[in-house]
């Protein structure tokens, strides 16, 4: 029953910045890990970067020091800022929620529609 609606993507070139958002229903939102995962075209989906519900994050490798994840609990949403983006960034974008209030694990099960981004060189 939890939705999740991403929006913000677009078509920018290398080193340019986009600020993506995930917009969330649920009564217990705050309670809700939260991630961001990237799908690009024939590749596994792969995880970008994660938000706790206590706050703590975590991120790819390939996107440390590049992105950031962000929670507004009021307004129930999650934002992935990313800076420096490179063509390898393409992908299309999915927010992903553990519905499960307060977990100490991270097992989604909700999943927006994605948006698309693509850097251009």
């Known amino acids: 029953q939890v939705q999740l609606v991403e929006s913000g993507g677009g078509l920018v070139q290398a080193g340019a910045s986009l600020r993506l958002s995930c917009a969330a229903s649920?009564?217990?939102?705050?309670?809700?890990?939260m991630g961001w995962f990237r799908q690009a075209p024939g590749k596994e989906r792969e995880f970008v970067a994660g938000?706790?519900?206590?706050?703590?994050?975590n991120y790819a490798d390939s996107v440390k020091g590049r992105f950031t994840i962000s929670r507004d609990n009021v307004q129930k949403k999650v934002y992935l800022q990313m800076s420096s983006l490179k063509p390898a960034d393409t992908a299309v974008y999915y927010c992903?929620?553990?519905?499960?209030?307060?977990?100490?694990?991270?097992?989604?099960?909700?999943w927006g529609q994605g948006t698309q981004v693509t850097v251009s060189s």
């Open positions: 649920g009564r217990t939102f705050s309670g809700y890990n």
């Open positions: 992903a929620a553990d519905t499960r209030p307060y977990t100490a694990e991270e097992q989604y099960n909700a």
């Open positions: 938000i706790r519900w206590g706050g703590r994050t």
